[in-house]
């Protein structure tokens, strides 16, 4: 069973900065101890490590208070189910400590980050990857949020607008996340703009299928989300269509 610290190869720093909030979490990180500083160099290449260690820096960091639809690990479970069967969806039902998930109910996000980390080591080798793995992860999560009342109404607000709708999904999605903060940037092209993510505990392969299945939802072609990080729990995606 896995213990909310963790273990293998977590920074002690970890422990004191996941109570805090996203902006207080920065001072720590930057305060004048030498030792602190040590800590923040070895977190800046955390986006380049492979998935297994993306998924253990973001359990170590989330606090109670962050928490997700119950969808989304519903979600997991399903594509886990289609990727390999009912005892490897058992396995991440398992170590979620839930019985099951209602899906106007918010969970804590560490147990779908959790459920992730075993897909991930039980599926990876036989579907491509880890990335590919939270990249499904994340276009199913597309499909769920779209049927959910939020994603319902960003769509008949951007009445099958790539660019109106993104304008929309900070705003409709933080009703199914208590985390985070999300904003859109545009280019002088109609096509094109940049989504900056702000304390998102989701791994980067997970929201790029999720915003791929999002834009493909309103008719987007040739979508293209490529993510660039810009701190421990913060990124940019740049996207473009046709």
Not at 73 to 101: I, K, M, W, Y
Request: some cysteine; charged content about 20%; hydrophobic content about 40%.
């Amino acid at each position: 069973m896995f213990s909310k610290d963790f273990g293998g190869g977590l920074n002690p720093a970890l422990g004191s900065v996941r109570q805090r909030s996203p902006a207080l979490s920065q001072q720590v990180l930057t305060s004048g101890n030498s030792i602190m500083h040590a800590h923040l160099e070895s977190f800046r290449p955390v986006m380049d490590l492979d998935v297994e260690r993306q998924l253990r820096h973001r359990m170590a960091m989330t606090r109670p208070m962050d928490t997700a639809h119950g969808m989304f690990f519903n979600g997991v479970l399903d594509v886990v189910r289609t990727l390999g069967g009912s005892e490897a969806a058992d396995r991440c039902q398992e170590v979620s400590e839930e019985r099951r998930f209602i899906a106007p109910v918010h969970y804590p996000v560490f147990g779908l980050l959790r459920m992730m980390f075993v897909a991930v080591k039980d599926l990876g080798a036989r579907a491509g990857g880890g990335s590919a793995v939270l990249r499904l992860m994340g276009r199913r999560a597309a499909q769920d949020f779209l049927r959910a009342p939020a994603g319902r109404m960003m769509l008949v607000l951007s009445e099958n607008n790539p660019r109106r709708l993104l304008n929309q999904l900070p705003s409709s999605y933080r009703t199914v996340v208590s985390y985070g903060e999300r904003r859109m940037t545009w280019s002088p092209g109609e096509r094109s703009g940049c989504l900056v993510t702000q304390w998102d505990f989701m791994p980067p392969a997970y929201t790029k299928g999720l915003l791929q299945g999002v834009l493909e939802a309103v008719g987007a072609r040739n979508v293209s989300v490529i993510g660039s990080p810009l701190g421990l729990l913060d990124s940019e995606y740049e996207l473009s269509w046709d």
